[in-house]
């Protein structure tokens, strides 16, 4: 009976082969929300907050997918490295966590800052610009996503490629794929709209793979 037991309780925790879903599902929240964002919000963080009267309601939306997004990413996570299996390098495999949870934990930060900026605007409208508050937000939001999170991203992916290039378990374009575009976000100084949707549009891509992967396999 034990041994019956056994073999139900491991499948009962394999990885569902749909999973990869959730990589979709987080490229297309963190694309939206970014592009919600950007789209109101100047990219000069000294400008005079004119978007908090006029179009804050944009960006609350915005705020408010991105807990959705990272809890899609988790689950991205643990899709990749299911995928990856008794193959999972130890070294590569810390680096790819480590660099994947640091950049949603300044993700969220800074949407954080962002929520706290609207919270603040609607409590004490004018103190709020007039007492450098709403610069410092804007300038410590913009230091956290351009310099550090989207670097993060860069790390997180050039690792994973790395991983792929040596368990052979993505095919060889796509690795390359993923070291360009890594080197390209860990290089690049100009952080526009686009560029901050390189890293979800890579998820897309890679979950896309996988999913179709798994269900080729089931059948």
Known sequence: MGQGVLPR??????????AAVAGILFALLLGAAFILIRIVIPPDPLDGGEWLTTRAAIVSYGLGLIPL?????LWFIGVVRDHLGELEDRFF????????????AMTF????LAGGLLASYNTIPSQLVRSGLYTFG???MYQITNVYAIRMAGVFMLSLGTVWVR???MPRLL???TYALALGLLLIVDHSLWVTLIFPA?????????????????D
Request: cysteine-free; aromatic content about 10%.
């Open 138 to 140: 804007r300038t410590v």
């Open 69 to 73: 997004a990272g809890i899609a990413f």
């Open 93 to 104: 495999s810390t680096v790819f966590l480590g660099s994947g949870l640091l950049f949603l």
């Open 109 to 112: 930060v800074s949407a954080a």
């Open 9 to 18: 309780a491991r499948e009962r925790l394999r990885t569902p082969r749909a």
């Open 167 to 169: 368990t052979h378990t």
């Open 202 to 218: 890579w998820v897309l891509i890679v979950s896309t793979y996988i999913l179709i992967t798994n269900l080729r396999r089931a």
């Open 175 to 177: 690795a390359f794929l």
